[in-house]
């Protein structure tokens, strides 16, 4: 059973390997066939593995872990470190999220990359990605998860990246690496912080010393620079301006990648390390805040759109905002529990959209769709499955997690609170732009692009879709059991006219929003409010002003370096010197003969003087 | 054996220019057998000494046990011996050599296209000179070697370099020279000390160890030696002859500067500066630490603002071995580990770039990215390697520069948290410079340049994507620097001791602040075994 632990992220690396080696030693590039085989293969195995980890040992025992050491890794005074895998309920649940949706995409994928190509280097990056994040999940210390942490961002760097030709794609890369990157430094001095205080990075050990013995400040900073990294990595405020713009990369990464896996590294990590953060009501506070603010903005933002990835991009980082609200209120079962929902709906949703773009020959703007319905009903069926869970109605999946986390809101304060406010707004604004979407692209008048529409969706697509479909609606049922993990009593229960809320405002919001944006006739783009959330609240512009320019400005400044400006002028006076003696020495006796005689003069009224 | 090394480097450096004569091409076929002697001739003694390394002298202040040693008489009126001796740190810096000069010798296989012959009479002498930097233990022929590898290169760079290599060669000279010199003033003002205690004239390394000098005094002897060795890590405000060298260099004499050229200046801190001046580098360590930090910060912005490639990637070397001076100064063992990692993984990752923006410049004649682009579609292969070093360099975790670096800040955190935190910016300036480089030079549609043929698929005239020999050197570095990332461990456990000998000067200061008691000068065993 423990080497099951190795093989899940070893499988999909292995594939990465076989397929990015391939490239050295023959000059053909591998039949298309092949790679999928090879890609969708590895994935498949180690989706395999974990569901028999899963049913052979988690199901029966929910309390127990597993781990594995694979051996040493760094060594150095007093730090250990090891390659140690560990899993425990909350990491099975990960596990079969990454390898179970990160199968079933890659196999829609075999479809939607058919024919590019780069199809073999597309699915190296898949491969990589997959088993980096594996590792992320799996590890048993900081380190080795900053290894898969780091290793995330680069397969997201490379993805969005992914048709270079076009630079504006390379630049999308960059703003998500670097925006990221920030994030993952904080996290960097977070652990940096944490050795030197408890002079260790193995996270059972970790926690269990600062349970022990909490020492403020050290827990509240180190807990807000944690946060930090997973801020960046899950998009939330104020890193949450990469996000939009990576969904440059093709659709199946935006599914994979930027909703269902990656950028819920972040609350993995928050809620991995949930004792250090219970330790520090501000920093438990400020993640909650964090998640509020964020849910709220990008919600609105998500309203304004006009493509069609960018809409489900905000809706991402609005979700997110719901898993870290939780997360903020100690409802750690919820978040989680929010996070797998939402992997399955928002993967449907964006391999759903990815097949109207396909069908579209690759139009993403929402003004040229519309009507769609009729000409690819299976999609909009998928379709509308996703928008039911997103928007959170009754008995789908989505309705259940977001039910859970408004409860733990709710009990987080024993009753009404800002919170617990604003996740109520945020369901009613999900229903509003949820019901837009499908509004503007199945619905109303076909647009210009809805009438050469071809249904693009072959059987190696469908399936997914029609899987992920199946899980979106019932994995309301599939609540993990994680009160082992998170050490928490029963589940709360908040007063009944709360749910009642909670149950129509969805409704109403999408109510709203479709007699709002059934005529046709209404310009979103009119409005000055709807170009502002439609920028994301300009955060981009303040960064650009703040940051960008000015170190852009310094650094182009200074490109000659500054510091060797002060070593040619050493040169340069030395040149001045060397040229002014050298004016003495011009050959003319006479003027050899007055100088003596002058030096002579000098030296003779000196010898005087003194 | 050591002296037998360098001997055959350095003679087998006079043959070349006849081989060559005799033989066009001949030049490089005698470089690379000898090279090749030379690593069998290392690792094989060492296969053979290595079982008694694991017997330490209690006394290990003073004497730090030498797998090997070698000393003969030099001359003997001012005590100055040929002296050369072996420890891991020596070791692994020799193979690192042997393996870069390897490495250079086949990426640049045949890009000399003129006096072949002297130019690899030029890059054994060099070779030769690195290794008795590594090895010596007498100051005197510690600093002979240090001109040694100083000349040759030189005339690497001013014979063979590019359009500006005169000025930049004056430069370098300039001041590597100037900074030795005062290294020379500080030697001979450490023997004379010496002298003056004991009565004896020696340059022996073990002896100076042990000899007493006044904190004022030890203060500007150290200054003398950190100047030197400063200017050749290189850190700010030293750093600025390093640009102009590596970009006019030839590709191979930029290999050999960035990856082992470099490493002497962090080597002979860790050697000399830190054992012979314990009280005093304690004292100077938060400005080094400083040094170290902002050298980081800035040569990332500096490597950010270029847009010539090749210099791009020499900034990013200042930023890099300012990780170095800082892990050595934080006096731990984990920021220490940390420095000696990363001069490793920094010459490998380095090497690698610029093995392959000198391959780029022989055949697009530019090293200006705003020239490049749209390589990875003409050039595959080139652009993967280009992506996989170029992500190194901004340490990704899971290759040797990201074990340095996390060792380095780990370490230094605990001496001084504003400084790692400054420095650890330098981890978000990689990130910009790398993947800038990469945006520029490799992604957007093919540039003029490029691909000045028309009909797709045809590469332009000389344009080729890297030959098996090419890709299957940095295929080697490119997995070694996977396995460092991966198991540092063999690494790290072969510098250990000589990390502890450094160390071990501070902890006395630390521990005890009387200073320490003076062994008597141990008579240093001749090792007649490894002699020729």
Redesign the interface.
């Known amino acids: 059973m423990h080497g099951l632990l190795a093989l899940i992220p070893l499988l999909p690396l292995a594939g990465f390997l076989a397929l990015i080696l391939s490239a050295l030693f023959s000059r053909r590039e591998a039949a298309e066939g092949l790679v999928a085989w090879i890609a969708v293969g590895a994935v498949g195995l180690a989706a395999l593995t974990s569901a028999t980890l899963f049913f052979g040992h988690f199901l029966g025992s929910p309390g127990t872990e597993q781990s594995l050491d694979l051996g040493a890794w760094i060594n150095a005074g007093a730090l250990q470190l090891d390659f140690g895998l560990s899993a425990d309920w909350l990491t099975v649940v990960m596990l079969l999220v990454i390898s179970g949706v990160g199968f079933l995409i890659h196999l829609y994928s075999v479809g939607y990359m058919r024919g590019d190509g780069d199809f073999r280097r597309y699915f190296a990056y898949l491969n990589l990605f997959v088993a980096a994040m594996l590792v992320l999940v799996l590890a048993d210390n900081l380190v080795l998860l900053y290894l898969g942490w780091e290793g995330v961002g680069l397969c997201s760097y490379l993805l969005i990246g992914f048709w270079y030709r076009n630079r504006e794609n390379g630049r999308a890369a960059i703003k998500a690496f670097l925006v990221t990157r920030i994030g993952d430094t904080a996290l960097a001095i977070g652990l940096f912080l944490l050795f030197r205080e408890y002079g260790t990075l193995q996270i059972g050990e970790l926690l269990d010393a600062v349970t022990a013995a909490p020492r403020e400040p050290v827990v509240t900073l180190a807990a807000l620079l944690l946060l930090g990294g997973a801020v960046g990595k899950s998009a939330q405020l104020p890193l949450q301006t990469w996000l939009p713009d990576a969904m440059a990369g093709p659709t199946p990464v935006s599914a994979l990648i930027h909703a269902a896996t990656m950028v819920t590294a972040g609350v993995y990590l928050i809620a991995r390390l949930h004792p250090l953060f219970a330790l520090s009501d501000l920093a438990m506070t400020v993640v909650a805040t964090i998640g509020a603010l964020t849910l709220l903005l990008a919600g609105c933002s998500a309203l304004a759109q006009t493509d069609i990835k960018r809409v489900l991009a905000y809706s991402t980082i609005s979700q997110l905002g719901y898993m870290f609200l939780a997360l903020g209120v100690g409802a750690w079962s919820a978040a989680v529990f929010h996070l797998m929902t939402h992997a399955f709906f928002k993967a449907l949703l964006f391999l759903a959209a990815g097949s109207v773009i396909l069908s579209l020959h690759h139009e993403q703007a929402l003004a040229k769709m519309g009507g769609l319905y009729r000409r690819m009903p299976f999609t909009f069926a998928v379709f509308a499955v996703g928008s039911a869970c997103l928007a959170a109605l009754p008995l789908t999946s989505g309705f259940y997690s977001k039910e859970a986390i408004l409860a733990g809101a709710w009990e987080a304060r024993h009753g009404f609170s800002l919170f617990w406010l604003a996740g109520i707004l945020g369901a009613f604004i999900t229903g509003a732009y949820t019901a837009r979407l499908l509004l503007k692209v199945f619905f109303g008048a076909e647009g210009s692009a809805s009438s050469h529409c071809a249904d693009a969706n072959t059987q190696v697509m469908r399936l997914p879709l029609l899987l992920l479909a199946l899980l979106a609606l019932a994995g309301g049922l599939l609540a993990p059991p994680l009160q082992e993990v998170f050490a928490s009593g029963g589940l709360p229960h908040p007063p009944l006219w709360t749910i009642i809320i909670a149950v129509v405002a969805p409704v109403l919001g999408a109510l709203l929003a479709w007699l709002h944006f059934r005529r046709p006739s209404h310009q979103l783009s009119e409005s000055v409010l709807a170009h502002f959330w439609r920028q994301g609240w300009g955060f981009d512009s303040i960064y650009q002003w703040l940051l960008v320019r000015p170190f852009r400005w310094l650094a182009h400044l200074n490109r000659n370096d500054i510091v060797d400006g002060l070593y040619n002028l050493v040169a340069g006076l030395s040149r001045q010197l060397h040229g002014l003696l050298s004016i003495s020495q011009n050959g003319q006796l006479r003027w050899y003969l007055a100088t003596i005689a002058g030096g002579l003069v000098l030296f003779l009224v000196l010898v005087v003087i003194l | 054996m050591l002296a037998l090394l360098i001997a055959l480097m350095a003679t087998g450096g006079c043959f070349a220019p006849l081989v060559e004569k005799a033989r066009p091409g001949g030049g490089r076929w005698l470089t690379l057998a000898i090279l090749l002697a030379a690593c069998a001739l290392l690792l094989g003694e060492v296969a053979a000494f290595s079982p008694t390394r694991g017997t330490q002298p209690l006394d290990s202040l003073a004497a730090p046990d030498w797998w090997q040693q070698v000393s003969l008489p030099w001359i003997p009126r001012f005590g100055i011996r040929f002296s050369l001796a072996l420890d891991g740190l020596s070791f692994a810096l020799l193979l690192l050599t042997l393996a870069m000069g390897l490495f250079a010798l086949l990426a640049t296989w045949s890009q000399v296209k003129y006096r072949c012959g002297f130019f690899y009479a030029n890059y054994l002498w060099v070779l030769a000179g690195i290794v008795g930097v590594f090895t010596a233990v007498d100051l005197f022929l510690f600093f002979f070697f240090w001109e040694v590898m100083l000349i040759p290169m030189l005339l690497l760079i001013a014979i063979w370099g590019y359009e500006a290599r005169t000025a930049a060669a004056i430069k370098f000279f300039i001041f590597t020279q100037a900074s030795s010199l005062l290294m020379l003033v500080a030697i001979i003002a450490l023997v004379f000390i010496h002298y003056r205690a004991t009565g004896e004239v020696t340059f022996a390394y073990e002896a100076l160890l042990s000899s007493q000098r006044s904190p004022e005094a030890a203060y500007w002897l150290m200054l003398g030696f950190f100047v030197a060795f400063a200017v050749k890590l290189p850190s700010?405000?030293f750093?600025?002859w390093l640009?102009d060298a590596h970009t006019q260099a030839p590709t191979a004499g930029s290999i050999l500067l960035a990856a082992i050229l470099l490493k002497t200046g962090a080597y002979g801190l860790i050697r000399f500066v830190l054992p012979l001046f314990p009280e005093a580098s304690q004292t100077f360590a938060p400005v080094a630490m400083a040094l170290g930090a902002i050298s980081v910060v800035y040569g990332a912005?500096?490597a950010?603002?270029?847009s010539d490639m090749k210099r791009l990637v020499a900034y990013s070397s200042v930023s890099h071995m300012g990780f170095v001076l800082l892990g050595i100064y934080a006096f731990?063992?984990?920021a220490f580990?940390?420095a000696l990692v990363q001069l490793f993984a920094h010459g490998l990752s380095t090497a690698a770039l610029f093995a392959l923006v000198g391959r780029l410049q022989h055949q697009l004649h530019t090293r200006d990215m705003g020239h490049m682009g749209?390589l990875?579609?003409t050039l595959?292969?080139l652009s993967?390697f280009v992506l996989f070093f170029a992500?190194a360099s901004l340490g990704?975790?899971?290759l040797g520069n990201?074990?340095a670096e996390?060792?380095v800040?780990?370490?230094a955190?605990?001496r001084s948290?504003p400084l790692?935190?400054f420095a650890?910016?330098g981890?978000?300036g990689a990130?910009?410079y790398a993947?800038?480089m990469v945006?520029r030079s490799?992604?957007?549609?093919p540039s003029a340049q490029v691909s000045s043929t028309p009909d797709a698929g045809a590469l332009p005239q000389g344009l080729t994507d890297l030959s098996v020999r090419e890709?299957l050197a940095l295929?080697a570095l490119a997995l070694t620097l996977v396995f460092i990332g991966?198991?540092?461990?063999p690494l790290?456990d072969s510098v250990a001791p000589a990390i502890e000998k450094a160390l071990a000067g501070e902890q006395a200061v630390t521990s005890k602040p009387v200073a320490r008691s003076v062994p008597t000068t141990q008579e240093m065993t001749i090792n007649t075994g490894g002699r020729p």
Request: charged share 5%.
């Open positions: 700010i405000p750093h600025t640009p912005v500096l950010f603002a270029q731990n063992v984990v580990q940390g749209g990875w579609s595959p292969r993967a992500v990704l975790p899971g990201f074990v996390f060792l800040l780990l370490g955190f605990g948290a790692a935190v650890a910016l981890m978000i990130a910009i993947l800038v945006q490799l992604f957007g549609p890709w295929l991966l198991r540092p461990q790290m």
